[in-house]
């Protein structure tokens, strides 16, 4: 690309006169942070990044992560300048702008592709949801990760498959969330040269100055994550840009964060560095002013002078289209040396699974001690990791506890020195867990997480994220109960079962035993538009008999009748429970079915996929005539009302749980038979007035 600086001005100044004019139409969004780093990723954009706006899901192409979701202007501006093409639902780049002019008219309107804060599917271009200040950078470190892997897993000599960058765009507030402490830390333990992070210091936030709030040594602290640390001392020095972001991509041994001073709310002169900067549309006397400051015709609107489209086509346009052409070129030739690992390849794109992928899943005998369904799913997990060589993931310390180590041959860990492991070992750090998962799922791996089910409160922002993007990653969550005992109330889950199952686009599936647990991940594994969180519980759990109770795969309906009154007699009773409780109502019904009380329960591993089911099933299993219900979980009463009515019986945790053996627990909190017994007969003298044998008795 030949010299021009009056150009990559020009260009520069549509950015920000792109963003004033889409703020001041929405009245609505932020135009200071997008103007301010202008320069910043322009400079990338042009010089750097290596993506084609023809082909926007090239595999090897860099990622480019706005993790300041609300500039989202800034991207929009990028998208629509560098005339990225949009992908049709298949994936396929079509003819048309992923963001056109009038898609920019159209900033933050209903069911317009340029949304207030970026969205993932939504925009050809947008890699990742973000918004919640810090998940941008979480993802960024997983997509890193993916690079890595995917590098170590297909890259043969001469065959250079996979070698991509990922850069994200952090603001002030980006860096004060605990979830960058997390994700850097990670970050710079595995030295993932190939991230890069840009800082926008610009020093203010929504209420003002950082000096209010934040006196972190910003460049002190990445260096003691093992992050190489660089500054660029003026935003608007496209040559100091250009020479950090060079220096960034020669590191081999540490990720990068280039530190970048600007100014927010540039050009906006009566707002400059004030909190009032930060926000809200500008105004149209100081649009007006900005626009003469920039030498730009004041009553144009959303206007892209000529030839700075075609700037962006001779930078990054060129560069990336090259790239990518000489990609296509080395995957052909690759394709036909390594047939099956283009094969792999193609399957990963397309989102799908390898054949037979499910062939090993075990099934369990019935067993009266039976197994933890943590135990149950570590099996099935292996059984299914081991046919798909693109699912990895790891907990937060707690392999060993969730069951979430493979342990096959070769499976491996992933580390500083060997990125072909499938074993991550997130650390203690939850937050950052779940956005690196998301990251990878982004990248089209199939990662998967585990920690307790108690600290998902730790990690809740992303796994709300993965259900907003559809995106596929299961959260293994262990420990799901008071079940776990003597830990006490600091680690036994009450809330957050039904917190988890107000995510909507979330499956929770919590299984009663080691073939609903097998059914699970299937379920788990065959959506790839679904996270999943799996609800597993640390003590073992009787192995049903499906001679005798219904196939587990009536989980794939997400509640299913496991048992019936023996003689085919019409119930007078529901119970309705989930997890380990499905034992307790077991028990109870088998006691009522002995005294000759005709009694269902129902298995409602996943109240989600149950929703889904149409009318007739769920009259099926719950049928609307029978209003005797008894509802069993150790968790929150929170939603259960849905399915017992106003009239039923909820045995569930009202208050926090104990300290102490599990037996003791459950007799504390009435988890046991015996009660469950007997708010079956209250429930069925309330519906029908008498002790609920037959008539005639
Ligand atoms: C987790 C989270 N908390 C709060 C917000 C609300 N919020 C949006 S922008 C912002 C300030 C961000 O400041 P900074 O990152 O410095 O961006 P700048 O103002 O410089 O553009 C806040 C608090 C958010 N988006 N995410
Ligand atoms: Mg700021």
Known sequence: MHSDPALDQLCIDTIRTLTMDAVQKA??????????????AYQLWQQHLLYDPNEPLWPNRDRFVLSVGHASMLLYSLLHLANVKAVDDAGRATQKSAVSLDDIRRFRQLDSNTPGHPEYRMTTGVETTTGPLGQGLGNSV????ASRWYAARYNRDGFPLFDYRVYALAGDGDLMEGISHEAASLAGHLRLSNLT???DSNRVTIEGHTDLAYSDDVEARFRGYGWHTLAVEDANDLKALDAAFAEAKRMTDAPTLIVVKSVIGWGAPHKQGTAAAHSDALGEEEVALAKRAYGWPEDKQFYVPPHVQERFAQGVGARGAQARGAWQSCMDAYARRYPDLARELALIDGHALPDGWDADLPVFDADAKGEATRASSGEVLNAVAARIPWMLGGAADLAPSTKTLLKFEGAGSFSRDDSSGRNLHFGVREHAMGAVANGLALSNLRPYTGTFLIFSDYMKPPIRLAALMEIPVVFVFTHDSIGLGEDGPTHQPVEQLASLRGVPGLTVLRPADANEVREAWRVALGDARRPTALVLSRQPLRTLDRKRFAAADGLRRGAYVLADPPDGAAPSVLLLAAGS????????????TQEGIAARVVSMPSWDIFELQDDAYKDSVMP?????RVAVEQGATLGWDRYVGRGGEKIVMHTFGASAPMRDLQAKFGFTPEHVYEAAKRQIARVIGSSGLPSGD
């Open 27 to 40: 009245n609505s969004g932020h135009a200071g942070a997008p103007m301010g780093l202008a320069p910043t």
């Open 142 to 145: 997983g997509m890193a990760i």
């Open 197 to 199: 992070w840009i800082y």
């Open 581 to 592: 409780e499905v034992h307790v109502c077991l028990a109870a019904y088998e006691r009522l």
């Open 624 to 628: 609307p005539e029978i209003d005797a």
